[in-house]
Nanobody, 118 residues
């Protein structure tokens, strides 16, 4: 059973930084995409950033230039470095893993709250 556990959320001031981590455990197909999604109150879950097992990244326009997604394949970790935070970044952030193969499965973490407020 694959599990994803996020950490690193919390309260930050506008303009501040936070770093989220997600640890994956279990039997994971080596070719996969990991990433981060977020959901603010009353809104749909949206993509923030993804990174393939080969290191290719994709970002939402709203976070480009401020957030950086990285991963450590050997340790099964994915990170989201968030700089220049804005109040509109406030949301629950979810880690996601998708196996890239026929019949590949997707997995979600439990989420971690990020609040940006002065």
């Amino acid at each position: 059973q694959v599990q994803l556990v996020e950490s690193g959320g919390g309260l930050a001031q506008p303009g501040g930084s936070l770093r989220l981590s997600c640890a994956a455990s279990g039997s994971i197909f080596s070719i996969n995409t990991m990433g981060w999604y977020r959901q603010a109150p009353g809104k749909q879950r949206e993509l923030v950033a993804t990174i393939t097992s080969g290191g290719s990244t994709n970002y939402a326009d709203s976070v480009k230039g401020r957030f950086t997604c990285s991963r450590d394949n050997a340790k099964k970790l994915v990170y989201l470095q968030m700089n220049s935070l804005k109040p509109e970044d406030t949301a629950v952030y979810y880690c996601n893993l998708k196996e890239v193969r026929l019949g590949g499965r997707g997995y979600w973490g439990q989420g971690t709250q990020v609040t940006v407020s002065s």
